[in-house]
DNA sequence: GGGTATTTGTCCGTATGTATT
DNA sequence: AAATACATACGGACAAATACC
């Protein structure tokens, strides 16, 4: 069996919605009925054909309704500046371009907790010290954008910044508020980019597919004194099929306000 | 039904896989005859189960052996200098950290193209202007890490660069012979990030699962001149589940040769 | 709101093919 | 060659979700 039988259907279904044969302007595919009699092959059989489309996001299923074929999602689009002029949001610094988008920020959930893992390591401290979470949601027009945790050394409070602990938002910046507070710079910065499946957590936030096909970018931002000691680290985590991300080095012309976002390149370099 | 039977157990495998109780020191999982007498339910429902496993890169499984627990891969970390000091290496300005790895660059196919779609818009070109790629492949001990693509405009031959149409490796870097060529700087480059995902080629290439569950990063860096007009985009594909990147700003404690990268953190910053 | 038809989801049993040891 | 284990494929029954009247 070169090729097995529910591959084929599936290869040859793809063609045909990428001919824009099949499920263009929104109506659904053909029912699994028609599928078995057009192929000539059991119900489990184009099943596990459309299960395979599905798994490549070329199309949904919806119970009771049936099989349409997946529309590209407009991107957020989250500039990251190498040398960040002033006046930084909160904690992780972002914009997002774009018509007049409205971002909602959830209150801080702010919690006592042990640091452990990336944390304990990121921020050099010993496994079991205690560490200041403040946990955010972030939502874009309603749809949900990131999820974002900074830690911060226990020592910090104790020393004085008794506002990381309120369960309030800091308007400035935490980050600027403790430069304000204790006179010092952020002097450096180290994100690390990785993607990874989501938790229960995040599919249930942003709303992704059970089957997992859908990762999540893990942004892990550690901040920096003149000392070069890390004072606080930011785990924020946002969808892949929804977020890029723009970086800017040198001189570059300003990205036009309605430029689109690239599709895919795929076709454009192949080997 | 509130939880499909085959849910329940792949929920329960999962537990007993975290908790070590299956799968641990490589020794394959029950049989699926064993777990349907186990659940006493069907081979296709267990088998079910285990798919939504594998679907979720926890395990995988090869016919005729058996279902063994994905181990976690030791990943490529690619550190992106925000200015890059000199002598960039060809294109795309990287550096792999740890421990002697060893690069393996493939010879560069060069070929006339019309340009059209991402490298079109980026490079300022009426769709169906021509251009030069250079394409390579790039192994790390062996291992498939990237593949890469450079589009010029072909005016740039036209005026005299004719090193990028030979097929040969351009040891300073492309946009270095170019820079030397015409006495300008590349004075800033865009970098676009984004995963999609991978295509037939890049599958084979990176030898990805077949079930479209391993997405590709797609970098889309754009070359500026003085001017602002662009010169070269560079795409870069790259598998995310073996690739990370480190972006360093400002004054930041040099990154440790042996220093582990992040596993996970999402028990850490729960809702 | 209720009922019904349509469509996908779950689950079962069975048979046979293919890869590996 | 034989045994083992996963892969493919079929057919059937019922459940759950949705749309529509």
Redesign the pocket.
């Given at each position: 069996?070169a090729?097995?039988?529910?591959?084929?259907i599936a290869d040859d279904l793809r063609q045909k919605i990428e001919d824009g044969a099949l499920g263009a302007d929104g109506k659904?595919?053909?029912?699994?009925?028609?599928l078995?009699d057009e192929y000539?092959?059991?119900?489990?059989?184009?099943?596990?054909a459309?299960?395979w489309l599905?798994g490549r996001g070329l199309v949904y299923?919806?119970?009771?309704?049936?099989?349409f074929v997946s529309q590209k999602i407009d991107p957020f689009v989250t500039v990251l500046q190498p040398n960040e002029p002033e006046g930084e949001s909160t904690a992780f610094a972002f914009a997002v371009k774009n018509r007049s988008r409205t971002p909602d920020l959830s209150v801080p959930r702010v919690e006592i907790q042990v640091a452990y893992g990336v944390v304990a390591a990121e921020l050099g401290l010993a496994a079991g010290a205690s560490v200041v979470s403040r946990h955010q949601r972030r939502l874009i027009d309603g749809v949900p954008y990131s999820l974002q945790t900074t830690f911060y050394p226990m020592a910090l409070v104790e020393q004085g910044a008794t506002r990381l602990i309120q369960a309030t938002d800091i308007a400035e910046g935490a980050v600027h508020y403790l430069e304000d507070l204790f006179k010092f710079k952020e002097a450096g910065r180290r994100d690390r980019f990785a993607v990874r499946a989501a938790d229960a957590n995040e599919s249930a936030f942003f709303v992704l597919p059970d089957d997992g096909r859908v990762g999540v970018f893990e942004l892990i931002r550690t901040g920096f004194d003149e000392a070069g000691q890390p004072f606080r680290v930011t785990v924020t985590t946002l969808p892949t099929d929804r977020n890029q991300f723009v970086l800017e080095n040198g001189k570059v012309p300003a990205l036009a306000d309605g430029d689109d976002a690239p599709k895919s390149s795929s076709a454009e370099h192949k080997p």
């Open positions: 069996m090729e097995p039988r529910w591959r084929q659904p595919l053909p029912t699994e009925l028609e078995q000539e092959a059991s119900r489990n059989t184009v099943r596990d459309v299960k599905v299923t919806r119970s009771g309704q049936g099989t």
